[in-house]
């Protein structure tokens, strides 16, 4: 089994920092990408940032310039660096993975529990 393990979130007032972090543990042959969505309250979940296994990043228009994201590929973990952040950003954060878990096995993704990020105006 597979599990994706956030932390990181919080209260943050505008213009305030967080750090969010998504580790990958179980039975797990390759990761092809990790990357970080979002949903607000009423919304639908959307894209954050994402970071393929060869260092490419993507990034929603909304968030980039302020948030980074980057991948400890030793410790098949995700991080989310987040700067400038503003009420808009307010949501659940979750973690994906688009992973293999064995060798000839076909790619998932698994999503972790989430996390809660509120930012106060």
């Known amino acids: 089994q597979v599990q994706l393990v956030e932390s990181g979130g919080g209260l943050v007032q505008a213009g305030g920092s967080l750090r969010l972090s998504c580790a990958a543990s179980?039975?797990?042959?390759?990761?092809?990408?990790m990357g970080w969505y979002r949903q607000a309250p009423g919304k639908q979940r959307e894209l954050v940032a994402t970071?393929?296994?060869?260092?490419?990043?993507n990034y929603a228009n909304s968030v980039a310039g302020r948030f980074t994201i980057s991948r400890d590929y030793a410790k098949n973990t995700v991080y989310l660096q987040m700067n400038s952040l503003k009420p808009d950003d307010t949501g659940v954060y979750f973690c994906?993975?688009?992973?293999?878990?064995?060798?000839?096995?076909?790619?998932?993704?698994?999503w972790g529990q989430g996390t809660q990020v509120t930012v106060s105006s």
């Open positions: 994906n993975a688009d992973l293999r878990a064995t060798r000839t096995g076909a790619n998932r993704s698994y």
């Open positions: 179980g039975i797990i042959f390759s990761i092809n990408a």
């Open positions: 970071m393929t296994s060869y260092g490419s990043r």
